[in-house]
C-alpha cells in the first residue's frame, strides 16, 4: 500500500525535503483507483488518486496495455460527477494516457458535450483534451466547434483553441489553414495571451510563405500588437525578415529597423531586451545601429533582478566578441557585477571585461579575478582562462601579468578539463608570442613536478621536446624530464625517454650527459621504455658507427609522421617477420573513410569488388593487387590514387553501374564495375564506349571488355587513357554502355545461342583537380611549414566575390584542392570576419604539400583570400595556384 501522507507540521528533521509522493508504487496506486467505481463519488479522494498516477506517469512509469485501459475506463465514469476540480484532473488523465482510436469513442461524446458547456473551464479543457487525443476524422466533425471558440468572448477558450490549433497543425496542416480568417480576427483581440497564441498559430500557418510572413510582420509592426508576449513574438519574426531580405537590399537600407529601435523604448521589460537582442544579432549591424541597444542593456545592468542582469550581460558578452569598442562604455557597471551573488553573471562579467578592457587596466582586472577565481565551479574557470588567452594575444607585452596568472592557478586544485584549458592556453602564448617562450616552459616544467593526469603530462613532455632545445639554455629543462623517468607511470615514462632524445639531437653539448640518462632506462621495468631507450642509443649514436647522419636523426625525432594511423597499424598487422624489414613507404597514404562498396543504393548489390576482402587488407592494396594482375596496365607504374565508387546509374534499374577513377602518374584506368539484375539475360562481350571528346589532355590507350555478366554476379570492364605526366589534366567523360543480350530459360538456366547487340546511357564522369591529391594530414603543421624549403612558396591573393558565409567558402576551398584540413581549422567560428585554414596533402608523383589559407569577409560579404603554398617541389607550388585560379 501506498504510504500516507505525511503533514509538514509532523516532526520531520528540517533539512529532508518533503515530499508527499515520498514511496508510492503503481501497485498500490492502482488499487486505490478502485474508488472510482464506488457509488457514491468521493471528489478528493478521487482527485488524490489521479495525481498519483499523474506522477508515476510523469516520472517514467510504464502502465501495460491491460493497466492503461482499465484505469481509462475507470476514469471515464468520473465524468457523472459536477465536481470542477475532479473535472479539471479527469481532462488531464484522459490527455496523459492517450488512448487508442477505439477507446476514445467511449469519451468523445463526453467531451463534446462539455465543449459547448455553459461552464467556460469545461469549454477550454475538453477543446484541450479532444484535439490531443482525436484524429482526422473526427477533427472534420468538431472543426466548427474550433473556429467559433478561436473567436469566442472567453480568453480562455480562445486560448484554448489556438493553442490545439498550434498542435494539429503538425498532424492535419490542411484543415487548420482553413482557420486563417478566425485566427487573423483573433491577433486583434485585447486578450494578452489570446493573441500571443493567434499570431504565433498565424505565423506557423503562414512560414513556407515568405512573402505572406513579411505582409504579416509590415501590418502588424503599425502598433496594433499590445501583449508584451505577442511584441517580443512580432520582434523575432521582424528580425527573421530583416535577415532574409538583407541579401536584397541595398547597403544603408534596413527594412522595419526603425520599428526594433522603438521597441527600446516599450514599457515591458521582455519586449525591451528582445529587441536590444534581436539589434545585436543583426548581420553587418553597425556601431551607430549598436548604440540604443547597447544603452538600455546598461541599464539592466544595474537592475535589481537578477534575470535581467544576467540577460543583460549574457547579450554584451556577445556583442564584444565582434564590436568590443561598442561595450567598453559598460565597463563600469560590469566591474560591480564581479561580486554578483549569482556566479553565472560574474563570470560573464569578468569575461566580457577581458574582451573589452585596455592595456592599461589588464592588471587591476588581474588582480580582481584572482580574488574572484576560488568562488567558482570549474566550468566557469575554462571560461575566464579562454578570455584571458585571448586578452594576452590582444596585449601581447602583457604577458608576463597574463602568465603569472595561469601558473598560479594551474597549481590550485581542478579537474581536467580545466587544468587542460590551462596548458592548452599557455601553449598557444608560447607559440605565438616568442618572448614568452622560456617562461612559459618553466611555468609547465613546474606543473608536471605534480601533475595527476597522464595525457596532461605526456603533451607537456611533446611540447618541451620540440621548444625546449631552441631555448637559451636547453640544459636547465633536463632535470624536470628525467624526474619523470624516475617517478612516473611507464606512459610518461616512455614518452620523457623520447623527449631525452629531443634534446641529445638538438643540442651537441648535451649529448653525453644524455646518453648517461638513456643508458640507465636500459634496466626500465617497462618494455615500451627499454625499447624506446635501446632506439633512440642506436639512432643518437652513442656506439659512434650506429646512427645516421644529424638530418637523418632530427628528420626521425622531429619530422612529421605523414602516414594515416590506421594504415599503418593495418600494414604491421599483416607484416610477416623475415629477413626482409618492414618498410614504412610501402604503407598506403590515403585516409579511407568507408570501404570499397560505399554508397551503395538500397536494394542494389555492389558492383565489382563488392565487399572488402576478409582481414584488414585496405582499399588500396585491393585495387593496386588486382589492378596489377592485368598485364595491359602494367606498365603504368606505382598507383597512386584510387577514388571512391562513383553511380552512373540510377537506383533500381536493369543494369547497375559505378566506376572508380584509379590514377597514375602519367595514366587515369576507369574502372566499371557493373551488375545485372535482370534474371532472365545473360550480357556479353560488355564494355564501356567513352567519349573524351571534352577531356582534350586525354587519350585513350586500352579498352578492357567483360566477356560475360551472369545475373547478380558483378564484374569489371577496363578503359585507360594517357595524359601529360605529372600534370593535373581534368576533363568530362561521357559513357555508354555496350553488349550482347541473350534470353535465360528460367527452368533449365540455359542462354540462347543468339544474342541482340544494345546499349545503355550511364552518366557522365568527371576528372577534377581534386583527384591528383592524396589526403594525408601533419600531426604539426608549424613544424612541417618550418621544415619545407621557403624558396619553394609560392603566395597570390584572390578576391572569390560575394559569397554568403566564410564557411561556405572555406568548405568549397578544400573541396576545389581535395586535401587533409590539419588541427581542426576547417572548422569557422560563428560570426567570425576572418579565418585560417591550414591544410596537407600529397600530389600526384609523391610531391608533399601543404597549404595555408586566409579568408577575410566584409560588411558587404566581400570575400577575399590570401593562399600561401609550400611544397617540395616549386612547380607543384605553382600548380596548386593554377588549380585554385581555374577552379
Not at 118 to 146: F, H, P, S, W
Not at 356 to 384: C, P, Y
Not at 607 to 612: D, E, K, N, S, Y
Not at 734 to 749: I, M, R, Y
Request: aromatic share 8%; net charge negative; proline share 4%.
Amino acid at each position: 500500500m501506498a504510504q500516507p501522507f505525511v503533514k509538514k507540521d509532523d516532526d520531520l528533521d528540517e533539512e529532508e525535503e518533503y515530499s508527499p509522493f515520498h514511496g508510492i508504487e503503481k501497485g498500490a496506486v492502482l488499487q486505490d483507483a478502485r474508488v472510482f467505481h464506488d457509488p457514491q463519488l468521493d471528489a478528493r479522494r478521487c482527485s488524490q488518486v489521479i495525481t498519483k498516477l499523474l506522477y508515476l506517469l510523469n516520472q517514467g512509469e510504464t502502465f501495460t496495455k491491460v493497466e492503461a485501459t482499465e484505469v481509462f475506463f475507470a476514469v471515464t465514469k468520473l465524468f457523472q460527477s459536477k465536481d470542477t476540480v475532479l473535472r479539471r484532473m479527469v481532462y488531464l488523465m484522459i490527455k496523459e494516457l492517450s488512448p487508442s482510436a477505439d477507446e476514445v469513442i467511449i469519451v468523445t461524446s463526453s467531451l463534446m458535450k462539455d465543449m459547448n458547456s455553459k461552464t467556460d473551464m469545461y469549454r477550454a479543457n475538453a477543446i484541450r483534451v479532444l484535439c490531443r487525443i482525436i484524429d482526422g476524422t473526427l477533427l472534420t466533425q468538431i472543426e466548427r466547434y474550433l473556429k467559433q471558440a478561436i473567436v469566442d468572448k472567453n480568453p480562455i477558450v480562445a486560448s484554448a483553441a489556438l493553442v490545439s490549433g498550434v498542435h494539429l497543425l503538425q498532424t492535419n496542416p490542411e484543415i487548420v489553414k482553413r482557420w486563417s480568417n478566425e485566427v487573423q480576427e483573433a491577433v486583434q483581440s485585447r486578450a494578452a495571451l489570446v493573441q500571443f497564441h493567434a499570431l504565433a498559430l498565424l505565423h506557423q500557418i503562414r512560414q513556407n510563405d515568405r512573402l505572406a510572413v513579411s505582409k504579416l510582420v509590415t501590418s502588424l509592426t503599425k502598433g496594433s500588437v499590445r501583449s508584451p508576449l505577442a511584441q517580443c513574438l512580432l520582434i523575432r519574426y521582424t528580425n527573421q525578415v530583416i535577415r532574409e531580405s538583407s541579401s536584397n537590399t541595398q547597403a544603408g537600407e534596413r527594412p522595419f529597423f526603425d520599428y526594433l529601435e522603438s521597441c527600446l523604448r516599450h514599457k515591458a521589460e521582455m519586449v525591451v531586451f528582445e529587441a536590444a537582442r534581436a539589434i545585436t544579432e543583426l548581420n553587418g549591424v553597425t556601431s551607430r545601429e549598436l548604440t540604443p541597444a547597447i544603452t538600455v542593456l546598461q541599464l539592466f545592468l544595474s537592475s535589481s533582478k537578477p534575470v535581467l542582469r544576467f540577460a543583460a550581460i549574457r547579450t554584451l558578452n556577445k556583442v564584444a566578441s565582434t564590436h568590443p569598442l561598442a561595450v567598453t562604455n559598460c565597463n563600469i557597471d560590469m566591474e560591480s557585477l564581479i561580486s554578483d551573488q549569482n556566479r553565472s553573471i560574474a563570470t560573464l562579467a569578468i569575461t566580457t571585461l577581458l574582451k573589452t578592457g585596455n592595456e592599461s587596466s589588464v592588471d587591476r582586472l588581474m588582480k580582481q579575478i584572482t580574488n574572484f577565481m576560488s568562488d567558482i565551479a570549474d566550468e566557469f574557470k575554462i571560461v575566464v582562462v579562454e578570455a584571458i588567452r585571448s586578452l594576452c594575444l590582444k596585449f601581447p607585452l602583457k604577458y608576463r601579468s597574463l602568465m603569472n596568472f595561469l601558473s598560479n592557478i594551474l597549481r590550485e586544485e581542478g579537474g581536467f578539463d580545466y587544468k587542460k584549458a590551462i596548458v592548452d592556453s599557455i601553449v598557444i602564448l608560447i607559440r605565438d608570442i616568442p618572448d614568452a617562450k622560456e617562461i612559459g616552459l618553466f611555468h609547465l616544467c613546474e606543473f608536471i613536478e605534480d601533475c595527476e593526469f597522464t595525457y596532461l603530462s605526456t603533451q607537456i613532455l611533446h611540447f618541451l621536446g620540440n621548444e625546449g632545445p631552441k631555448t637559451s639554455d636547453p640544459s636547465k629543462y633536463i632535470r624536470y624530464i628525467y624526474n619523470r623517468v624516475i617517478l612516473e607511470n611507464a606512459t610518461v615514462r616512455a614518452c620523457a625517454v623520447s623527449t631525452l632524445a629531443k634534446f641529445g639531437a638538438m643540442v651537441d653539448s648535451l649529448k653525453p650527459r644524455i646518453f648517461v640518462l638513456l643508458r640507465r632506462c636500459l634496466f626500465d621495468g617497462d618494455d615500451e621504455v627499454r625499447d624506446r631507450a635501446t632506439l633512440y642509443l642506436n639512432t643518437l649514436g652513442s656506439d659512434a658507427s650506429v646512427g645516421g647522419t644529424d638530418e637523418d636523426v632530427k628528420d626521425f625525432l622531429f619530422g612529421p609522421l605523414d602516414v594515416p594511423l590506421v594504415n599503418l597499424e593495418t600494414s604491421l598487422r599483416n607484416y610477416e617477420a623475415s629477413d626482409i624489414p618492414f618498410d614504412i613507404y610501402s604503407v598506403p597514404r590515403e585516409v579511407k573513410s568507408q570501404p570499397l562498396a560505399e554508397k551503395k543504393a538500397p536494394g542494389k548489390k555492389t558492383a565489382g569488388l563488392g565487399a572488402p576482402p576478409s582481414g584488414p587488407t585496405s582499399v588500396v592494396d585491393a585495387y593496386e593487387k588486382l589492378l596489377s594482375s592485368i598485364p595491359e596496365f602494367s606498365s603504368f607504374g606505382k598507383l597512386f590514387k584510387s577514388s571512391s565508387p562513383v553511380e552512373l546509374t540510377e537506383a533500381e534499374t536493369e543494369y547497375s553501374v559505378n566506376a572508380v577513377k584509379h590514377i597514375f602518374d602519367g595514366h587515369v584506368v576507369f574502372q566499371y564495375n557493373c551488375t545485372n539484375t535482370i534474371p532472365e539475360q545473360l550480357l556479353e562481350l560488355v564494355t564501356v564506349f567513352v567519349d573524351a571528346s571534352e577531356a582534350e589532355d586525354f587519350s585513350e590507350v586500352v579498352s578492357k571488355p567483360l566477356r560475360t555478366l551472369p545475373y547478380d554476379s558483378p564484374g569489371q570492364t577496363f578503359v585507360a587513357f594517357e595524359k601529360p605526366e605529372g600534370v593535373p589534366a581534368t576533363g568530362k567523360f561521357s559513357n555508354l554502355l555496350k553488349f550482347v543480350v541473350k534470353e535465360v530459360d528460367p527452368a533449365t538456366g540455359e542462354a540462347e545461342e543468339d544474342g541482340v547487340e544494345d546499349e545503355y546511357q550511364l552518366e557522365d564522369l568527371e576528372i577534377v583537380a581534386a583527384d591528383y591529391m592524396l589526403k594525408v594530414g601533419v600531426s604539426n603543421f608549424k613544424n612541417a611549414w618550418e621544415s619545407m624549403d621557403p624558396d619553394n612558396e609560392r603566395i597570390d591573393e584572390y578576391g572569390l566575390g560575394v559569397k554568403e558565409s566564410l564557411a561556405e567558402t572555406v568548405t568549397a576551398v578544400i573541396d576545389i584542392l581535395g586535401m587533409q584540413p590539419c588541427e581542426g581549422t576547417e572548422v569557422v567560428p560563428s560570426n567570425s570576419r576572418s579565418h585560417t585554414c591550414l591544410l596537407s596533402g600529397i600530389f600526384v608523383g609523391n610531391v608533399k604539400v601543404l597549404v595555408r589559407v586566409s579568408f577575410g569577409i566584409d560588411g558587404s560579404k566581400q570575400v577575399a583570400m590570401k593562399l600561401a603554398v609550400r611544397s617540395e617541389d616549386p612547380e607543384v607550388s605553382e600548380k596548386i595556384h593554377e588549380i585554385v585560379a581555374d577552379g
